[in-house]
């Protein structure tokens, strides 16, 4: 006979959990494993929510296994270490983000990275190496094995930093590796959403010239005058897209929704690169003749890995590279998710989780 969740660890735990596609989230009570000796545990203090955690409450992705506890954008501090650990102790402030298991022995995680490791265990919703499930960060505390577990810069804001371990280091890692990184590059942005705004404040540190492409007039302002880009283009309008022809390094495009990609190739310089981001639900179509006319490159990029994560975290506390946020308690999780799915925050909502989440 299964155990109950409350029941399979033995350290008792209690956050909020969809039950139903619903994706309605309620307090739930439930347990979490004993410290091993590389694991590390740690009081959740702040939990930032990133649009896929609604698509995994609501099974939109058709994965969802019920309940489901989100949140990988964590930040804590250390209750406790295991006989072997060796990189942190009690009291330090830490981040988990999108993982806290991989295999360990193939060629990604050999190159340090573990984000495109084929058994990768995401840090909720997955069945863990002992076979549960694994909960994420909605929930009073975490244990994570220590190689999943990152050091927190002293001078990185717990909250406002919280997003950087999704958000961030996703379009942190393709600038680095398509090597928009450099000052004098010349960088575009598509959306101006939660990955969006940090694609472009990263982009800035590096010293790239940054011109933000966006179907939202409104969102000029934003762009120019609080994110500090360089440029502003509404990607609807082919005289604005035609000023900007053969102008750019590289593209972020950061956006889920289904969008045109053809004009956003021809704003690419020869050997520029559109890299995805975001996730759009029906396949792309591009006409090959734009590619090959240019030598233009079309790629994707996930979540970085463990190390380059660490980089990240260090870069943006050196550069002041924070996430806009709303600070939330964790009752107001429906609403927030329901102002998620109409865009209507800005840029990302992080749940106050130690002031708020009470023990049912």
């Known amino acids: 006979m299964a155990k109950s969740l409350e029941s399979e660890h033995p350290i008792k735990a209690y956050g909020y959990a969809a039950r139903d596609i619903s994706g309605v989230l309620s307090p739930i009570t439930f347990s979490r494993r004993s410290t091993g000796s590389k694991d590390v545990r740690f009081k959740v203090l702040y939990c930032g929510i990133c649009h896929s955690d609604l698509h995994f409450a609501k099974n939109e992705w058709g994965m969802t296994t019920y309940p489901i506890i989100p949140g990988h954008e964590i930040v804590g501090v250390v209750t406790e270490v295991g ?11 830490v981040g988990v983000g999108c993982l806290v298991g991989t295999c360990g022995s193939c060629q990604s995680c050999a190159n340090d990275l573990e984000s495109y490791c084929p058994k990768q265990i995401l840090t909720y919703g997955f069945p863990y190496h002992d076979g549960t499930l694994t909960y994420g960060g909605y929930s009073d505390h975490m244990v994570a094995d220590e190689h999943f577990v990152l050091r927190w810069p002293e001078n990185l804001p717990l909250d406002s930093g919280a997003p ?22 010349k960088v575009g942005v598509v959306g101006l959403g939660g990955l969006g705004h940090v694609a472009v404040k990263f982009a800035k540190a590096f010293g790239a010239e940054v011109t933000v492409f966006s179907t939202t007039p409104a969102k000029k302002q934003e762009a120019l005058e609080g994110l500090k880009a360089d440029h502003f283009i509404v990607s609807k309008d082919p005289e604005q897209m035609q000023s900007a022809a053969s102008s750019l390094d590289g593209i972020i495009d950061t956006v889920s929704a289904n969008h045109p990609i053809s004009p956003l190739l021809s704003v690419l310089k020869q050997d520029g690169k559109l890299v995805f981001v975001g996730v759009p639900e029906k396949p792309v179509e591009i006409a090959t003749y734009s590619l090959i006319m240019g030598r233009k490159i079309v790629s994707g990029s996930a979540t970085g890995g463990l190390k380059e994560t660490q980089e990240m975290l260090d870069f943006a506390a050196e550069h002041g590279v924070t996430a806009d946020i709303e600070l939330i308690p964790i009752d107001y999780l429906n609403t927030a998710m329901d102002r998620v799915l109409k865009s209507d925050v800005r840029y990302r909502f992080v749940i106050d989780v130690a002031k708020s989440l009470k023990a049912p």
Do not use: Q
């Open 83 to 93: 006989t072997k650990v060796e990189k942190f102790k009690v009291g330090d402030n």
């Open 164 to 185: 950087l371990l999704c958000a961030g280091i996703t379009t942190y890692s393709p600038l680095r590796h398509f090597g928009l990184d450099k000052p004098g590059m």
